[in-house]
């Protein structure tokens, strides 16, 4: 088996995260993102899902994140992170060479047994989404029936969730628990700064996503967008902010408070793409492998599933090809192009 490295594609970047989302169907219903009632066929095995991981670390991944839909939904996830604890520990597998397992969930499951269950088969970071920290918006948000109501019994539930992650070991002040909000003008924008103090309470960094034309449900359009320097101004006038820069290979642009109260970052990939640097390789729960996260289709690895050889020359040849800066290319004057949607690609 080849271990030429380091791979690069044609635009000279390197494979550094791989994606794999578990499942493509949710317990919310963002209207932004618009989850899939039911499962893809063909889901992957534990074993064709291994197979992908240790593929994805020998051409040089060294983050794995577990992405949905609602990851927390899958019975595979448990038996997934354990597998790849035990590889992570035999220095002959390329898993050992992965430096971090991440989870990004909606954090409505995240119950005290389960944040402890998580710590204990090996995940070392948690990133939990959530748009609002009013109950209003946030049911909007999450698209809840019920208004408000419904919407404080899901921040509650979050909060729960993210007191669980802290108690079971998942520490902010390390970046081991993120807080993931995708901002809509008009829509929650009037939320960044109750999220803002939401996440300095915690000690975690909020991250700002700013809403991306990803899918084709969403009704997308540049007017919903607001940009991420708005964003950071708003903040910046309550809690004065100072520029930390956005890492290679990394989404978010990032700041810390002069107050010393922890950071924020924001992954402004409208306003400032980042495609130049891009790093990661996306899996789909039942194997289609996507190298953008604007893309229409994926490529099938499941023909090549049946052994790694095969699997390893796909997702090689796969990357190599690759030359997507879509993000850099978007023109929103264009008519609309065809997307694969958020959920089923695990963002
Ligand atoms: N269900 C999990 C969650 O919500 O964290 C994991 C999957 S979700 C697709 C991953 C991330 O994508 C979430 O933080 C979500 O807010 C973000 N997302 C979904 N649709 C988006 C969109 N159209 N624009 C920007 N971010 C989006
Ligand atoms: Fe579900 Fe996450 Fe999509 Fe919301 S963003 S519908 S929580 S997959």
Redesign the pocket.
């Known amino acids: 088996m080849s271990t030429s490295l380091p791979l690069t594609d044609r635009l000279n970047r390197p494979i550094g995260v791989l994606r794999l989302s578990l499942t493509a169907r ?1 317990n ?1 219903a ?1 209207p ?2 618009c989850p899939d009632v039911e499962e893809p066929p063909g889901l992957l095995t534990l074993e064709q899902q291994m197979r992908v991981i240790r593929v994805a670390t020998r051409l040089g991944a060294q983050t794995l994140r577990l ?5 927390l939904l899958s019975r595979r996830l448990l038996p997934l992170l354990e597998a790849v604890a035990q590889a992570r520990r035999d220095r002959s597998d390329p898993m050992a060479g992965l430096q971090a397992v991440a989870l ?3 954090g409505v499951l995240l119950s005290e047994p389960m944040a402890r269950a998580l710590r204990a088969a090996g995940l070392d970071r948690i ?3 959530l ?1 609002a920290a009013e109950g209003g918006a946030a049911a909007r948000m999450a698209g809840l029936q019920g208004g408000a109501v419904a919407g404080e019994r899901l921040v509650r539930q979050v909060q729960d969730g993210i007191a669980a992650a802290c108690a079971a070991g998942f520490d902010p002040s390390r970046g081991g628990l993120k807080l ?1 909000a ?1 901002i809509q003008r008009g829509i929650n924008d009037d939320q960044l700064l109750p999220l803002a103090a939401l996440a300095r309470q915690q000690g975690m960094e909020l991250r700002l ?7 084709n449900r ?1 009704q ?1 359009t540049l007017d919903q967008v607001l940009p991420a320097a708005q964003m950071v101004e708003r903040i910046h006038a309550r809690w004065p902010l100072e520029p930390l820069g956005r890492p290679r290979g990394g989404t978010a642009r990032r700041w810390r408070y002069g107050d010393g109260a922890g950071s924020i970052g924001v992954i402004a990939s409208i306003s400032e793409p980042f495609c130049g640097d891009c790093n990661r390789l996306r899996v789909t729960a039942d194997g289609q492998a996507f190298t953008c996260l604007f893309s229409a289709e994926g490529t099938d690895l499941k023909p090549a599933l049946a052994s790694e050889l095969q699997l390893e020359q796909a997702m090689r040849q796969l990357w190599q090809r690759r030359q997507d800066r879509y993000s850099e290319e978007r023109d929103p004057a264009a008519a609309a192009s065809t997307h694969a949607e ?2 089923y690609l ?2």
């Open positions: 949710c919310l963002c932004y993102c992405t949905g839909g609602e990851p990004t969930s909606n990133t939990i989404s748009d993931n995708v996503i700013e809403y991306m034309d990803v899918g969403n997308w958020m959920a695990g963002g």
